[in-house]
Nanobody
Framework: VQLQASGGGLVQAGGSLRLSCAASGRTFSRYIMGWFRQAPGKEREYVAAINLSGQSTYYTDSVKGRFTVSRDNAKNTVYLQMTSLKPEDTAVYHC????????????????????????WGQGTEVTVSS
């Protein structure tokens, strides 16, 4: 699967952005999807993930209540809606996929998937000004 992220930009603190990640191929619904970010000089951070159906999601603590991950399997796209943005959210955001697979994956499983994503898209840059 090939992934193409978009939607980044410059926004003021408190603002919102929606990132999109479009996937190629016919089996998008069989891939667990994740979002990562990497700020300058920092390690890559696992931000959010969503299971095959979209019924289970995972968020790192720093974005809980502010970010929402969703997917539209008919459009082969996963989204990351970001609200109440903070300067510390500034980073390059990447989408990633793990699969193809089947089954139901819980939040607990998604939280442990950080190092298992096999497919990566190019990043989209998000800058939050104070």
């Amino acid at each position: 699967v090939q992934l193409q992220a978009s939607g980044g930009g410059l926004v003021q603190a408190g603002g919102s952005l929606r990132l999109s990640c479009a996937a190629s191929g016919r089996t998008f619904s069989r891939y667990i999807m994740g979002w990562f970010r990497q700020a300058p000089g920092k390690e890559r951070e696992y931000v959010a993930a969503i299971n095959l159906s979209g019924q289970s999601t995972y968020y790192t603590d720093s974005v809980k209540g502010r970010f929402t991950v969703s997917r539209d399997n008919a459009k082969n796209t996963v989204y990351l809606q970001m609200t109440s943005l903070k300067p510390e959210d500034t980073a390059v955001y990447h989408c990633a996929a793990d699969g193809p697979t089947t089954g139901y994956y819980t939040e607990s499983y998604l939280s442990r998937l950080q190092s298992q994503y096999h497919y990566w898209g190019q990043g989209t840059e998000v800058t939050v000004s104070s």
